[in-house]
């Protein structure tokens, strides 16, 4: 999909964080918690997803979580098209399930 010659975009972020104490238990919560307040939704156990308006909007929410990044642990952030997230096969056991479809776009004139 694409606004104005603006190609929108999907924002995937992997993460590996330890849970073996309190104090990294409650650091894996807040992490968590900002992505939810920024917006992402969970794609599976510990990937989280949104969508974005464009790569300049993506870029903004990839910095909000690198300013929220854990001292510990792994976090992967992966920018992809609506086309490459479109390409993406979505299996629970053998049975394939539709990807999910980026929001409804408002357009003012």
Do not use: C
């Amino acid at each position: 999909m694409s606004f104005g010659g603006l190609q929108t975009m999907w924002i995937i972020v992997l993460f590996d964080l330890p849970t073996d104490t309190k104090a990294s238990r409650k650091e894996y919560t807040r992490f968590r918690k900002s992505l939810l307040d920024d917006g992402f939704t969970m794609m599976q156990y510990s990937v989280y997803m949104r969508h974005s308006s464009s790569d300049e909007n993506a870029h903004v929410h990839a910095m909000r979580v690198k300013a929220q990044l854990p001292d510990d642990g792994e976090v992967r952030i992966i920018k992809i098209t609506d086309k490459q997230f479109g390409k993406i096969d979505v299996f629970y056991g053998n049975k394939r399930k539709p990807i999910e479809t980026a929001p409804i776009q408002l357009q003012f004139f």
